[in-house]
């Protein structure tokens, strides 16, 4: 496996679903104890892409110039914002600490599952089908 720094589209189309799908909606998405807004965008861009580099250089050395601090939030130009290409996003962000000790207890690892829960709820179709059980029309409810 690779390490590969992401490009940093994909940091700004992060951000853009953070924003949009969290932030004036239903509550904020997180990172760390800060919640995504166009203030705190340039900062979440930046330890997203920080978390990354960091991962690259501890599998392969430093492997970068990139200077994660001098990131700035730019949705100009980014497509459309589709649940399923923010859930394909996340994917390939995640994809590349695999192998990263302390992934699972990072603030980008707890930012991915929070954006990934508010994308998953703007798929067509979630908020009709979101029952508390599945039932049969023809049949009674069965107990155990």
């Given at each position: 496996?690779?390490?590969?720094?992401?490009?940093?589209?994909?940091?700004?189309?992060?951000?853009?679903?953070?924003?949009?799908?969290?932030?004036?909606?239903?509550?904020?998405?997180?990172?760390?104890?800060?919640?995504?807004?166009?203030?705190?965008?340039?900062?979440?861009?930046?330890?997203?892409?920080?978390?990354?580099?960091?991962?690259?250089?501890?599998?392969?050395?430093?492997?970068?110039?990139?200077?994660?601090?001098?990131?700035?939030?730019?949705?100009d130009g980014l497509p459309p914002l589709v649940?399923?290409?923010?859930?394909?996003?996340?994917?390939?962000?995640?994809?590349?600490?695999?192998?990263?000790?302390?992934?699972?207890?990072?603030?980008?690892?707890?930012?991915?599952?929070?954006?990934?829960?508010?994308?998953?709820?703007?798929?067509?179709?979630?908020?009709?089908?979101?029952?508390?059980?599945?039932?049969?029309?023809?049949?009674?409810?069965?107990?155990?």
């Open positions: 496996m690779s390490a590969y720094i992401v490009n940093v589209a994909d940091i700004d189309y992060l951000v853009y679903a953070a924003l949009h799908y969290g932030y004036g909606q239903s509550g904020y998405v997180y990172y760390g104890n800060w919640g995504v807004t166009l203030d705190t965008a340039d900062w979440l861009g930046a330890a997203l892409l920080k978390q990354n580099v960091a991962m690259a250089e501890y599998r392969f050395l430093p492997v970068s110039t990139l200077d994660p601090a001098a990131y700035r939030y730019r949705p649940p399923v290409k923010v859930l394909v996003t996340i994917s390939r962000y995640e994809y590349q600490f695999c192998k990263y000790p302390t992934w699972e207890r990072s603030a980008a690892h707890d930012f991915c599952t929070q954006l990934r829960t508010a994308a998953i709820r703007q798929l067509p179709g979630y908020h009709e089908a979101q029952t508390w059980s599945v039932e049969r029309p023809d049949h009674p409810r069965r107990e155990m």
